[in-house]
T-cell receptor
Framework: NAGVTQTPKFQVLKTGQSMTLQCAQD?????MYWYRQDPGMGLRLIYY???????DKGEVPNGYNVSRLNKREFSLRLESAAPSQTSVYFC?????????????FGPGTRLLVL | QKEVEQNSGPLSVPEGAIASLNCTYS??????FFWYRQYSGKSPELIMS????GDKEDGRFTAQLNKASQYVSLLIRDSQPSDSATYLC????????????FGSGTRLQVQP
């Protein structure tokens, strides 16, 4: 049982390049989330998926798109990377997207945009 | 803008002492509260969750919630050097959005 996995672990992009961050969970959770973490700013929600087939914007969605491919997988795409998107990206999952649900985090992807 | 506020620290305590970490939140409708621990370069891991006013104890950790004052705290008894990490307070709002709002974290240093 690997929990939440993310690929890649580290990526360097040039401004304007695109890439997709992958996330998968094997806990049969319904809900999945993408956060970014910047120094001194805590974690901020980019997008979440309450259940398979649904996605919703979070606090900082601009410049990102997501796909809930199936119950296990939730990907985050940067269509045209900008230096402001340099950050650590965490994927998380929970059984349900409801009050009181514990979220479990993946190991993170460190992205540097030059 | 709903906010969760924490003192960034660092909070330095000697080994064996009690570490007290504090968090305030702005949304009175918030219903569940979490403390996550994050070691440098690692992902957050859940330490405690609390939903009702009062204290909740789990081993060396005690979470305290006061909804009237919009205040939640984490006490770590018998602090160990291995407790040195950043502690993130997270709040789940009662309605609407279902994800967590995080504070920026408090860095704790336990001195041997």
């Amino acid at each position: 049982n690997a929990g939440v996995t993310q690929t890649p672990k580290f990526q360097v992009l040039k401004t304007g390049q695109s890439m997709t961050l992958q996330c998968a969970q094997d806990m049969n959770h319904n809900s999945m989330y993408w956060y970014r973490q910047d120094p001194g700013m805590g974690l901020r929600l980019i997008y979440y998926s309450a259940s398979e087939g649904t996605t919703d914007k979070g606090e900082v969605p601009n410049g990102y798109n997501v796909s809930r491919l199936n119950k296990r997988e939730f990907s985050l795409r940067l269509e045209s990377a900008a230096p402001s998107q340099t950050s650590v990206y965490f994927c998380a999952s929970s059984v349900l997207a409801q009050v009181g649900e514990t979220q479990y985090f993946g190991p993170g992807t460190r992205l540097l945009v030059l | 803008q709903k906010e969760v506020e924490q003192n960034s620290g660092p909070l330095s305590v000697p080994e064996g002492a009690i570490a007290s970490l504090n968090c305030t939140y702005s949304d009175r409708g918030s219903q569940s509260f979490f403390w996550y621990r994050q070691y440098s370069g690692k992902s957050p891991e859940l330490i405690m969750s609390i939903y009702s006013n009062g204290d909740k104890e789990d081993g060396r950790f005690t979470a305290q919630l006061n909804k009237a004052s919009q205040y939640v705290s984490l006490l770590i008894r018998d602090s160990q050097p291995s407790d040195s990490a950043t502690y993130l307070c997270a709040v789940n709002e009662g309605t609407g959005r279902r994800a967590l709002t995080f504070g920026s974290g408090t860095r704790l240093q336990v001195q041997p």
